[in-house]
């Protein structure tokens, strides 16, 4: 798509990486990725970012008895989330602090913010190029061994782009079922015992944990349309999946 601003890549993409296991597909297939709009994924360190208490952690001076009990009783969130964004022509990570500002890494020269009570984010280039996430999508995650039972806002979604001279793309989307997956995680405790005598090994069981995380996709949003003047790409999805439930194809 052409812009008096440059032109908006729109692809899809096959990634020359390999497949993981257990890895799901996106829209476009395994392997195969829609390169089209933006998006932030949030990738939850400990605890969802608790900005009033990173605000205290993340300054050694403010820690006290009460902090570290928080902590060691994992009520305390000490970690900064791990932000990832994509958009056109430029992707990368960034962690958020006590303050709400972003920090990218590696270091791009990008203005991040944040606003908490919209819980949306805007970021600004190196033109002056705004770029504004407001469709939010939230994840529910539950694991009995951790006790873990909670939802957060994992993903924020491109929604327009604003240039300085006024031009403006627009980004529509719809929700779609939600769906849900496993993330299998097992640890194993075992002992090998050596004898150095007759230089044997022995090898006795212990435990073995289960730690499967189960995710559910709340309100999962799917790219409709990009607009921009007269021009307008439309996509359409149907749910005709075989490897996970309500999750949409693109067609």
Not at 176 to 196: Q, R
């Amino acid at each position: 798509m052409t812009t008096n601003s440059g032109s908006l890549p729109i692809a899809i993409q096959y990634s020359t990486g390999g497949i993981k296991v257990d890895e799901i597909a996106s829209v476009a297939g395994l392997g195969w990725n829609l390169m089209a709009g933006g998006r932030i994924t949030r990738s939850v360190q400990g605890q969802p970012d608790d900005f009033n208490q990173l605000a205290q952690t993340e300054n050694i001076q403010n820690w006290n008895r009460d902090n570290m009990d928080a902590f060691i009783d994992g009520k305390a969130d000490t970690k900064y989330d791990l932000y990832y964004f994509e958009m056109p022509n430029s992707s990368g990570g960034f962690i958020l602090d006590g303050s709400k500002a972003g920090h990218t890494i590696p270091y791009q020269n990008l203005k991040i913010s944040y606003s908490e009570e919209e819980d949306s984010f805007t970021i600004y280039d190196s033109n002056g190029t705004r770029y504004i996430f407001t469709t939010t999508e939230t994840t529910h995650e539950t694991n009995e061994e951790a006790e873990t039972d909670r939802t957060y806002t994992s993903s924020w979604f491109l929604d327009a782009i604003q240039y300085l001279n006024g031009a403006q793309v627009q980004f529509s989307y719809v929700s779609g079922e939600n769906y849900a997956y496993d993330c299998p995680n097992w640890i194993t405790y075992a002992i090998h015992v050596t004898d150095y005598f007759d230089d044997k090994i022995e090898f006795r069981a212990g435990w073995e944990k289960d730690l499967t995380t189960h995710i559910e996709v709340q309100n999962p949003k799917y790219l409709s349309s990009i607009s921009y003047k007269e021009q307008r790409l439309d996509f359409v999805y149907d749910d005709q999946r075989t490897d996970i439930s309500h999750l949409k194809r693109l067609r």
